[in-house]
């Protein structure tokens, strides 16, 4: 842990954190006989993370700080660190069906799927004991989420239907409209077909008047709609988000989304607009914030059109932050980028793999979808939903 802290310029901190870990775990093993020493006041005055609480000592308490500072450890890539505080957030609040997620939630992106399952199963068993349906819905999304990351497609699915039953008999949209969107996100994965469209559009619908939620869907969206090809559907849909406040991070994700569209349209005019904004976007992401998936689409975007130095800067750009936030994946696709731009001919598999984005029939740049078509539709009602918001 210590050398991984280090790495990442946290020297002091690092030796801190790494003795306050221990020092929580060894008192968990004495059954309770020695006191859990307090994270806020062994961590006084660091940048850690803490949220401002006016209550502490007590065991829940302190597994709050932990909670926050595995948070803050993972937004800064170090994955082990932060598996180690919310492992102790969920043994110092072992009733807690939260702490249980964040442990899931961690392993899953530190690539420990086999216990983030585990801990996921956990917490839809703690959730049940507590009565406590909604939270059961919430955490059967988590768990689908995390099957669906590891390619279990068909257990996904059962775990998102799960969760819109659970949903349903408490009257939860926004759990439903989570489970409807885990649904969506397996049929795209496993077939890409119009019926993905079709339950983001009843998503949608469940989420009517929840803002945070409309707003992650239609990011989501954007994806699904660029990885289906519906460049012209993905270029509504994209604009429509660049005229309402993005979270951190989000119009850079936005525009390198875009710009991946307008490239393989052929749009070159709305791809330089969006390339230049998806740059000035990157100058105000934080360190906090990863921004590597969003450089691999801005990579993708200038393979379409064979702007190969582009592709290597935004590579480059790409790998140094994956590796700064622990994304193993995305680093491996950042550096085939990098391999891939220096070769005299790219070989047709390796071409496809990495720029995946194929030519669309000649359209002329700007053209709009006609209002009658699927994605049209759906781009309308995130149109009219968005407005509201």
């Known amino acids: 842990m210590l050398t991984e802290l280090r790495e990442l310029g946290l020297d002091v901190a690092g030796t801190l954190l790494v003795l306050t870990l221990t020092a929580i775990r060894n008192s968990l093993h004495t059954n ?14 660091m940048d850690v993370g803490l949220q401002p609480r ?81 939270m059961r ?70 989420y009517a008047g929840h803002t945070p939620s409309i707003h992650r869907l239609a990011c989501t969206c954007l994806r699904v709609l660029v990885t289906a090809g519906e460049y012209q559907g993905a270029v509504m849909l994209g604009k429509l988000l660049l005229a309402v406040r993005q979270p951190a991070g989000g119009e850079l994700a936005v525009c390198a989304l875009l710009a991946r569209a307008a490239a393989a349209l052929g749009w070159e005019l709305n791809y330089e607009a969006f390339c230049l904004r998806a740059i000035l976007a990157l100058g105000a992401v934080s360190l906090d914030t990863s921004h590597a998936e969003a450089m691999i689409d801005l990579a993708r975007a200038h393979g379409s059109l064979a702007f190969w130095p582009r592709v290597l800067l935004a590579a480059d750009r790409a790998l140094a932050d994956a590796v700064d936030h622990g994304a193993a994946d995305l680093a491996g696709v950042a550096r085939q980028m990098l391999v891939a731009a220096e070769m005299e001919a790219i070989p047709p598999e390796l071409q496809s793999e990495l720029f995946p984005d194929a030519e669309s029939e000649e359209i002329s740049e700007g053209e709009e979808l006609s209002g009658h078509e699927p994605v049209a539709i759906l781009v309308e009602a995130f149109r009219a939903a968005l407005a509201e918001a």
């Open 54 to 134: 006016s209550t502490g000592g007590t065991r829940p308490d302190v597994a709050q700080d932990c909670a926050d500072v595995a948070l803050w450890l993972e937004r800064r890539g170090a994955l082990r660190t932060a598996c180690g505080y919310a492992e102790a957030a969920a043994a110092l609040d072992p009733t807690n069906a939260n702490r249980a997620l964040l442990v899931a939630r961690v392993f899953a992106r530190a690539g420990r799927m086999r216990e983030a399952v585990d801990r996921g199963v956990a917490a839809v068993r703690l959730a049940g004991r507590a009565g406590d349906r909604e």
């Open 32 to 45: 309770g006989r020695r006191r859990v020493p307090a994270v806020r006041a062994a961590l006084a005055g």
């Open 137 to 206: 819905a919430a955490a059967f999304v988590a768990l689908g989420d995390i099957t669906c990351s590891a390619q279990r497609y068909g257990d996904a699915a059962r775990l998102f239907s799960l969760a819109r039953r659970y949903a349903r008999s408490r009257a939860s949209r926004a759990r439903e409209g989570d489970g409807l969107r885990g649904l969506a996100l397996v049929r795209h994965a496993q077939d890409r077909d119009a019926e993905s469209l079709e339950l983001m559009a009843a998503a949608l619908g469940a």
